[in-house]
């Protein structure tokens, strides 16, 4: 196994040649020692391996801040070995773990093993996530401090999967994570007005008779956010954002200056409720599909910069979780191999974004709102050779029992998709070549 | 006709008639003294019923008898999937006891429509959580057509129907608001504010919260069971105050055209959504419903099974 | 949904009905094998059948097959009614859920069963249909009267015999024996339902075959 090749071994000298930075014109990139060498015209030095990337675009490693990984607690339907995996196909090489396993990531301990669990498996940075509150219930603080300062340096704090929804609770956390310039990611979920919901509130959910998810649920609790990180002098991130709405209150937050950063899910990028005509759970996802006016103010909100970053909010399930009818069935869909696919066929293919927009979006700017340390998300020389190659121009259909996730609900299955992520190198060491784990 | 009746979308207008006028000659089986017809004879029927409602299970059983199909009654309570077997494991022990037809009824929104991806048969809905419940619609239907002397073939143009109560939540209204406009009825939904769906004005029909306001109006008076849990989930105040703005009692009745009768699909709560003297007046077709449903349900299973099988 | 036997009026729609455009002579053409004089003389003939051979008919019920065997039924009451002076009870029989072909092609809609207010039992129910063909119309007719009562005796009248029996059904009553082969279809149009009166035979189109009784 590659993670077990990488331990202790420094990676090797790499020549990648004709490969289209940042989509940009072709040009050699050499790598040494774990770091770019150059950029440009490479002479191939002693010994490299020479990988042939005419055609390719490179862009730095992708960094999603939302992934679940389950483990520890739910191995079944996926884990850190198997999730990572699925990271670096997907041309990521850091991901940020979600803290509702079971046991939940609420202290150092759990934090420190996932962290562990991901150095050992090798496939890509695992940057766990800390639960804002003891075990996700919204009533406790759990200690932050104690997990800022393990080897986990957790800086990115999230109850997700639950709302922080208490105002106080909400407020304390935001004022408490300025000591170790940590940030809150909100879940904003309103539970009263979601009490059972199953889709979004409009036409379809009357049609199909489920239980309505009002947009104003979501919207409701980012405008209180961002007042309250404005109130005390925090920073803010919103997680998943899925209405038109919400990408009109970050708006109007952040031309107030208030540091609030926000992301959007690739499948709220491409799909909408209308796909729940069949009752079919794979597309029963928190936050819900919504409509595609509310597709199209996210496209041009991640566009414009309003809203920061793609993360997947990976959500592996076991087949018997999703097999059901819609009610008995979980929240949640995989992304990992089809995020950087499915953001070129929603933003770049239709003209919104470019692919230094891409690298912006997908690695700059969530490598920033993490805090990553040591510069992340960009190619240049004397940088981590931390980067992945694309091929624009591929083009199949998707079908998730290729997948190495261990899960296969993903709401892609038997679309096409334009792209295919041809190498992943994490400091220097390849990861995926050639579509495959290296 | 498709080969699964899972909504009442589902039905042309064409397909709406042929049923009716089925349940029409079936109807008269009632006078004979023997009461079975051999069509379906060797079929299998499965009543599937994950929710308890032994009306409609009672109902679709003697339909499916008097055309002499076997019935296995199948209901949730102390079986395997009490214990906690998935809806698709059941749908695959049906398919392996060979179900002809399974009739279903579930609480969740959508469950025919995932069985009928788990089985070869024919898949009826009996009432699916929120979302649909045609074959009451079409017996609803049935019994109006039959009250306002419309022959066979034809439908229910120009009658005014009005549908009054728990609409966000009920299942019976969904189905009768498209059927009733496929069969060119004229439907209004009456109700407070918080039992309407947030999008009901994409549907086919008019809708008020003034109650008094359509009685003088209307030809139909279709009244919806009102649960009293809604109270505490703050859909209205009190049963006094829901009672006295949207139910129907002695007085609104007394403003019901002549002509106008009234309908109910069961059960009743007598003085919370209906008066006792309006469910027991002769205007009320709440017991005639009940002898509908079986003659309705013979035709949906005739049409359903009776002949070659559809092409799905 | 389909109508009933679409197909098969299709067929003989297609083969054109005499009366309509100027067609050339040709093997395939449809025939009249029966003017509506004909047809009328059979009628009176088996009115008079029945009247011998029930001892007045005094107890017959007339019970027609959807859709033609009812008006027939019903001319042959009033054929007997001006001879006998009393009104013959007849009314109609549909045999659609008593088919032994149910499974062969998609659901049917039904024809109207209405049994006359006194009833069958005791009683000689005449059984009329427009054409006897296989035979099995009839036995389901049986088994559907079965149902009904039980009357004293069941007999069979029927417009046209155009032979192939497959069951052992034979008619009591016969307006006209008309030998035809299975690649031809025997049609008969009344007034009521079709606008004329006359029996066709034609060929059937390629696509359908079945026919009659």
């Known amino acids: 196994m590659s993670g077990r090749q990488h331990a202790g071994m420094s990676p090797g000298t790499w020549l990648i040649k004709g490969a289209r930075p940042l989509g940009g014109d072709p040009a050699d990139i050499v790598i040494r020692d774990g770091v770019i060498d150059s950029i440009g015209d490479g002479a191939a030095p002693a010994g490299a391996q020479v990988l042939d990337a005419a055609g390719l675009i490179a862009l730095p490693g992708l960094v999603d801040l939302h992934t679940h990984l389950r483990e520890p607690g739910r191995e079944d339907a996926e884990t850190v070995e198997t999730g990572t995996r699925a990271a670096a196909l997907g041309g990521f090489t850091a991901v940020h773990a979600m803290a509702n396993t079971d046991p939940v990531a609420d202290t150092a301990g759990v934090v420190e093993q996932i962290w562990r669990l991901g150095r050992q498996a090798g496939h890509c940075d695992v940057h766990p996530v800390g639960a804002v509150t003891v075990g996700l219930a919204g009533t406790r603080l759990a200690e932050l401090g104690a997990m800022a300062e393990s080897p986990a340096r957790v800086r990115v704090f999230s109850d997700d999967g639950h709302c922080v929804s208490d105002a106080v609770m909400m407020r304390r956390a935001l004022e408490y994570v300025k000591a170790f310039d940590g940030v809150i990611a909100q879940h904003a979920q309103e539970p009263r007005l979601t009490e059972g919901a199953q889709l979004n509130e409009g036409e379809m959910s009357g049609r199909l008779g489920l239980t309505g998810w009002p947009a104003v649920a979501e919207e409701a609790v980012i405008a209180r956010d961002c007042l309250l990180t404005a109130h005390v002098g925090s920073a803010l991130h919103v997680c998943h954002v899925s209405t038109s709405g919400s990408v009109e209150i970050i708006r109007w937050a952040k031309g107030k200056g208030w540091r609030v950063t926000a992301e959007v899910t690739p499948h709220h990028l491409l799909l909408t409720d209308s796909l729940a005509a069949g009752y079919d759970p794979v597309y029963k996802v928190n936050p819900p599909l919504r409509t595609p006016a509310d597709v199209a103010a996210l496209r041009e909100g991640l566009a414009d910069g309003t809203i920061d970053c793609v993360a997947t909010d990976h959500a592996p399930h076991p087949v018997e979780d999703k097999e059901t009818e819609w009610d008995a069935a979980a929240f949640g869909m995989t992304g990992l191999e089809t995020a950087l696919r499915v953001v070129q066929e929603a933003m770049v293919d239709t003209g919104l974004l470019d692919w230094a927009g891409v690298a912006d979006r997908m690695s700059r700017r969530p490598a920033r709102i993490g805090r990553l340390p040591g510069p992340e998300g960009a190619l240049a020389a004397g940088l981590p050779a931390s980067l992945t190659l694309y091929d624009a121009s591929a083009r199949d259909t998707v079908d998730p029992r290729a997948h190495a996730s261990r899960s296969r609900n993903s709401p892609f299955a038997g679309m096409e998709l334009p792209g295919r992520v041809v190498a992943t190198f994490l400091r220097g060491t390849p990861t995926v070549l050639d579509g495959k784990l290296a | 006709m498709n080969r699964h009746l899972i909504s009442a979308a589902d039905l042309s207008r064409d397909d709406a008639l042929l049923i009716l006028d089925t349940a029409d000659e079936l109807a008269r089986m009632a006078d004979r003294p023997i009461k079975k017809l051999p069509t379906l004879r060797g079929r299998t029927v499965v009543n599937l019923f994950f929710e308890d409602s032994t009306r409609t299970r009672i109902s679709f059983e003697a339909a499916a008898k008097r055309l002499s199909a076997d019935v296995i009654n199948f209901s949730a309570k102390g079986s395997s999937v009490a214990k906690g077997e998935s809806l698709k494991d059941t749908a695959l022990t049906l398919e392996a006891m060979g179900a002809d037809a399974v009739v279903i009824r579930h609480s969740a929104s959508g469950a025919p429509h995932r069985l009928a991806g788990w089985v070869r048969g024919t898949v009826v809905n009996a009432g699916d959580g929120a979302h649909e419940h045609p074959t009451q619609a079409l017996l609803d239907a049935f019994t109006i057509r039959r009250k306002f002397g419309r022959p066979g073939g034809e439908a229910l143009d120009g009658l005014r129907v009005t549908i009054v109560g728990d609409v966000l939540h009920s299942r019976v209204a969904r189905s009768n608001v498209l059927l009733l406009n496929t069969l060119g009825a004229e439907v209004t939904l009456v109700a407070p504010p918080t039992l309407l769906p947030v999008a009901v004005g994409a549907w086919p029909c008019s809708v008020g919260y003034d109650f008094d306001a359509v009685i003088p109006k209307t030809d139909v008076v279709m009244m919806l069971r009102v649960q009293q849990e809604r109270m505490k989930a703050a859909y209205f105040p009190s049963v006094r105050e829901y009672s006295r703005r949207y139910g129907l009692d002695g007085t609104r009745m007394a403003q019901l055209p002549e002509h106008a009768i009234v309908m109910h699909p069961g059960p009743m709560n007598r003085g919370v959504e209906i008066a006792a003297e309006v469910a027991d007046s002769p205007r009320s077709t709440i017991v005639e419903q009940v002898a509908n449903g079986v003659s309705v349900r013979m035709a949906v299973l005739y049409l359903l099974l009776g002949g070659a099988e559809a092409q799905a | ?213």
């Not at chain 3, 107890?59 to 039924?73: E, K, S």
Request: hydrophobic share 40%.
């Open chain 3, 1 to 213: 949904m389909h109508a009933l036997h679409p197909a098969r009026d299709q067929a003989l729609a297609a083969a054109g009905a005499p009366g309509g455009s100027p067609a050339r002579p040709g093997p395939a053409d449809p025939k009249t094998v029966l003017e509506p004089a004909e047809i009328g003389r059979a009628l009176t003939r088996i009115a008079h059948e029945i009247l011998e051979r029930t001892d007045g008919a005094s107890d017959v019920v007339l019970l027609g097959i959807p859709t033609r065997g009812v008006t027939l039924a019903r001319r042959l009451a009033e054929r007997i009614e001006q001879v006998e002076g009393h009104p013959v009870p007849h009314g109609s029989l549909d045999i659609t859920m008593y088919r032994d072909d149910l499974r062969l092609r998609p659901a049917r809609a039904l024809g109207p069963t209405e049994v006359p207010p006194e009833g069958i039992d005791g009683t000689i129910v005449v059984i009329v249909d427009d054409v006897l063909y296989s035979g099995r119309t009839v036995r389901a007719a049986l088994d559907a009267l079965n149902d009904l009562g039980r009357p004293r005796a069941v007999q069979l009248a029927v417009l046209i015999d155009r032979g192939h029996r497959e069951l052992p059904v034979r008619a009591d009553y016969v307006g006209k024996n008309l030998p035809t082969s299975r690649q031809e279809v025997v049609r008969v149009l009344l007034t009521e339902v079709d606008g004329q009166d006359a029996v066709i035979i034609g060929r059937a189109a390629a696509t359908e075959q079945r026919s009659g009784t």
